[in-house]
């Protein structure tokens, strides 16, 4: 693993068991035996103090940007396979509005203001950009990639999919988003609730 955001996927695979970790320490190498839980982790994050910054060119940035989408695309598309894990229960993780908002980086000063960490909210507005234009373009239907599959099978057949099947296509469709709906806000509220306590 060289990156941070490579390690809860390869977590994912030892919940519930022991994962032999090695690191790097002070120029030596130690192996630790470190206990995995359900949820796929060790009980480590980083902190924001740990980033460092760099500035590019325009011209730098776009190409940089292009890149940094495509890295983050592939890791959502990672971690979109672990809701629906069982041992992992990502489903769990799933988080909505209130999620988002707290995702949100408040810094304090030493006046006592508060200010919004604007690198985070742009990263975070920029990844979440990214990730609904994933979600859009999965083949379900009332989403744009429905509307691409049923136009690709009007294309290879010669004819439209019936009203029928187009009925009960949307129907499967909204049911599913509207559960999927149900979900987020669910866990929104849970871990509301369960923060008050």
């Keep these: 693993i060289t990156f941070y955001d490579e390690l809860p996927s390869a977590l994912s695979k030892h919940a519930g068991q022991e994962a032999l970790v090695q690191i790097e320490r002070a120029g030596n190498t130690v192996d630790l035996k470190l206990p995995v839980s359900k949820e796929g982790t060790i009980g480590i994050s980083v902190g924001r103090n740990f980033l460092t910054k760099k500035d590019f060119t325009p011209i730098e940035a776009v190409s940089r940007g292009f890149t ?22 990502g489903y769990k993780k799933v988080g909505g509005p209130i999620a988002i908002v707290n995702q949100m980086h408040v810094k304090q000063d ?8 604007w690198t985070f909210f742009w990263s975070f507005t920029a990844m979440f950009s990214v990730w609904l234009a994933f979600l859009n373009l999965l083949p379900i239907p009332g989403l744009d ?11 290879i057949t010669g004819k439209p999919a019936s009203q029928k099947v187009l009925e009960y296509a949307q129907m499967a ?3 599913f988003l509207l559960s999927l709906m149900v979900l987020i806000f669910g866990n929104d509220i849970v871990k509301l609730i369960l923060d008050k306590f």
């Design 145 to 155: 990639g429905g509307h691409v599959v049923f136009t690709l099978w009007e294309m």
């Design 110 to 117: 030493t006046a006592g203001n508060y200010a919004i960490d």
């Design 173 to 175: 469709g909204v049911i």
């Design 68 to 89: 940094r989408s495509i890295e983050e695309l592939t890791y959502q598309i990672k971690q979109f396979k672990l809701v629906f894990n069982k041992t992992v229960k």
